[in-house]
């Protein structure tokens, strides 16, 4: 049976690999990763200013060792999905980028301690909550991935609460399985274990 913090710890592994100062997790870091449905690998490029010439093969871990400033984007499909690290995850830009029938999916962690999860879709939040506290749940129909949360548990108690606590390694474990139920792929096996691409900016 598999921990239920196995995406977190499979995630934070994958990234941070020997060498790296054992201070560092994704909340120093700032982890962000975008999914988006409806856009092939041109228009990815053309959105986020992309050069394909430079497309690399590559495995996750190779992002951080190429992550100075104008570095590359770790840029990975799936089905209909495309993923790309880091990813934006502002509503200015992520709004007109689902228009017209496309859907999105941002995950981010910053050095804040914030954490969040939006679905997007016809250039509107239809979900929206922070994994690590997900209450309240935001957007124009917060309750249309209810039908995907079965078995999933998200951190909903204080600190006070010491009785089946979901602590923060499995609420990051269950946002990410959403998003594999969502986009129909394995995060694991098809996402932080693959090869997929670094592209360089233009």
Known sequence: MQSPTHLHDLLISTIFTEGLDDEMDLWTLGFSALWVKGMDRDA???AFSLDLVTSTPSHLNELLDNSEEGGPTWVGEAGEWTCIIPGPTDDDFLLPLTAG???????SMDMGGHDHFKYLKDGEVVVAFQPTWPDPVHGSDPHALDHLMEGLRFQTSGGDVIEDRVDEGES???VLTLIGRITGTDIAADWLEATHSLVYPR
């Open 172 to 174: 990051i474990s269950s």
């Open 44 to 46: 990815v490029a053309e």
């Open 101 to 107: 029938g496309r859907e999105a999916l941002c995950f």
